[in-house]
């Protein structure tokens, strides 16, 4: 029972590093195209 539960965990965490990276990455995008750029993909 304690390894999944670990292993739950370690994809919880493991999902929100790669959300937070995302949400980096589009913020750097963001500023390098300009609100312009997605708005039209938006």
Known sequence: MGEL???RLAV???TRL???LGH???REC???I???GIEISG
């Open 34 to 36: 300009g609100v312009q």
């Open 12 to 14: 919880v965490r493991f």
């Open 24 to 26: 980096q990455l589009a």
């Open 18 to 20: 790669l959300v937070d």
């Open 5 to 7: 539960v670990n292993a």
């Open 30 to 32: 963001a500023q390098l």
